[in-house]
């Protein structure tokens, strides 16, 4: 069965630094996608960034970067420039026939 | 473009008592899925439609049902609500041209809030 763990139930960080979150899983398959979802305090989940895992380059978007590690089953998410719209809880999601969530890091941003 | 919509945003029942929530995905968007989240458990997958049809199910007791109908709209029953049913219902829905496309991004509803008294 798949499985998504995020073993930071909350962070914080302040404005302007760097923040990563982590997210192991794990799969049978060898073929599937990694997604990061933000869900602000509005509850609309929104989709951060995405990553093939065929694909060995991280992928990147704009501040949002990951660093995938496929024999480890690690997908963490880089952050950078942190900015106060960020907080937000952040889900680590995998798909192979269904998406299947971590249950999430509630992130704070610090003025 | 609209986004996913989901109604209605706040519903309160008693236990025992069975609810309908509805979920319109984007237009073109043949996929909806849907999930439980809860303080404890997080998101959790309870099914997903396509073409009418539920092509995958979660692990969730008998007493929650969904339905897709030919426009793509989806609804999901709950019966013989249980206070432990109180939670967030998301819908997500998905363009899929057929099969299941899995780096196909789900879009998200606001969900409704589930209270039951």
């Known amino acids: 069965a798949q499985t998504v763990t995020q073993s930071q139930p909350e962070m914080s960080v302040q404005e302007a630094e760097t923040v990563t979150l982590s997210c192991t899983y794990d799969t049978s398959e060898s073929d599937y996608y990694l997604f990061w979802y933000k869900q602000p305090p509005s509850r609309q989940m929104i989709l951060v960034i995405r990553q093939e895992a065929y694909k060995q380059q991280n992928a990147t978007e704009n501040r949002f970067s990951v660093n995938f590690q496929k024999a480890a089953k690690s997908f963490s998410l880089k952050i950078s420039d942190s900015q106060l719209g960020d907080a937000a809880m952040y889900f680590c999601a995998l798909r192979d026939d269904k998406i299947i969530f971590g249950k999430g890091t509630r992130l704070h941003i610090l003025p | 473009k609209a986004g996913v919509t989901q109604t209605p945003r706040y519903l309160i029942k008693t236990r025992g008592q069975q609810v309908t929530l509805s979920c319109s995905p984007i237009s073109g968007h043949r996929s909806v899925s849907w999930y439980q989240q809860t303080p404890g458990q997080g998101l959790q997958f309870l099914f997903e439609?396509?073409?009418?049809?539920?092509?995958n199910k979660g692990n969730f007791p008998g007493r929650f049902s969904g339905r897709q109908f030919s426009n793509s709209r989806s609804e999901m029953n709950v019966s013989t609500l249980e206070l432990g049913d109180s939670a967030l219902y998301l819908c997500?829905?998905?363009?899929?041209?057929?099969?299941?496309?899995?780096?196909?991004?789900?879009?998200f509803g606001q969900g409704t809030r589930l209270t039951v008294v």
């Open positions: 439609y396509f073409s009418e049809t539920q092509r």
């Open positions: 997500a829905s998905s363009l899929n041209t057929g099969g299941i496309t899995m780096n196909t991004e789900a879009f």
